[in-house]
């Protein structure tokens, strides 16, 4: 059986920088600057004050509402400020800037084992809460409230997200191939929580390796299944996930447990085990360094709170064709603002690339190809709601389903007059939003 979704594109998939390189453990920093707001949904609230003494694993913050997740101290140290810092794209927000002492002490019963096999859903919940887990994918969504669906939705199944689709990227396929047993307890742990009966893990086949050893490690598992998708980006998009796996069509504006499934990273199962079974808050994270022009592109455990430059600098510093440093991938992803952005629960990668591969063009008129419309995975009209929203039409670019469009991007890649599709749609949606509240 061929599990893919209709729409999307094959991009060079550029892995062969970062993939056969296995998961280093980077040194903490030397200053770990921990943003409040690192999710989607009311930043969390500072709970310590300048000159606090904290350790590693110990909240720094609390949620600031339901929709929202607390941070926690990925060094142990002194809080030295608490300031607006700026992340990746450019925008200050409060971190606590914690000064390493350079012990790493561990808070009190931070690494603790403990019996989860015996823990309620809802103490498996209140856990993953606690330990301020978000989306490892990118769209950082609070976990805990991701597996707290309304009485009337029944979760029927938990979708792994083992596919990472965006080009370069590679510490997913690199978790799966080295911590296999703690992600699939992740996923029983959030099947218990759902009382979702079925568990899958999509992965695809470009990662032969990731999926042998699930395959392998999931065979005598009846609830459990591992499944090769085809090669196609966005495969890993939330609805065409769920489309290759099981089937079922999301709704137009409408969320994945509305035909009864979570889908969740696999590097968000694994930190849910972590939190779980071994007590351990989301202050690290696996980062893929990597592209053409960083001279020694890896896969590191890193810090929250890590400056960008150091994560490059440990990696050998960039080569001199580089033109463009990105956060994330090379479809969604962004060029950063400032090599002193900090790591954050969202970054999946720092990809540097050269002038070559940094997409840099001139936009030119559109000529009604219909390339754009050919690869959207959604069915939606890219070069009509460019149109509405470049003349201000933005209701007429609503009803054209803009609030659907998920910025995957591929509409942009395939425009021969290369139109910056994702840019307007940007825009649009901002201005939607906008509209809406002011109402
Ligand atoms: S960016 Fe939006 S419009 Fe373009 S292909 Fe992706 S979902 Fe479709
Ligand atoms: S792919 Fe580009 S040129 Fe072709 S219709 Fe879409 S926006 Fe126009």
Known sequence: MKYTFSGGYHPPDGKS?????????????????????QHIGAPSKAIVNIGDEVKVGQPISEAGGFVSAPVHASVSGKVKAIAKIADAAGNKTDAVIIESDGRDELFPGVGEKSDYSQFTADEIKKKIAASGITGMGGARFPTHVKLSPPAEKKINHIILNGVECEPYLTADDRLMQESPDTIIEGLKLMMKVTGAEKGIIGI???????????????????????????????????????????????????LPMDVGVVVSNVGTANAVYEAVALNKPYYERVVSVTGESITNPKNLLVRIGTPTSELIEYCGGVKEDVYKVVNGGPMMGAAMYSMEAPVHKGTSGILCLSKENAAVYEEQPCISCGKCVSVCPLRLVPTEIQMNVQFKKYEEAEKLGILDCMLCGTCAYVCPAKRNLVHYFNIGKAKIAEMKRKK
């Not at 390796?209 to 009846?222: G, L, V, W, Y």
Request: aromatic share 2%; proline share 8%; charged share 30%.
């Open 17 to 37: 920088y970062s993939e056969k390189m296995p998961i280093e453990k980077m040194p903490s920093p030397k200053i770990a600057a921990i943003h409040l707001h």
């Open 204 to 254: 695809e086949k470009n990662k032969p390796e990731s999926i042998r050893i699930m395959k392998e490690k999931t065979a005598s598992m009846h609830d459990i299944k591992v499944i090769d998708l085809e090669v196609k980006y966005p495969q890993g998009g939330e609805k065409q996930l769920i489309s290759a796996a099981i089937g079922k069509e999301v709704p137009s504006g409408g």
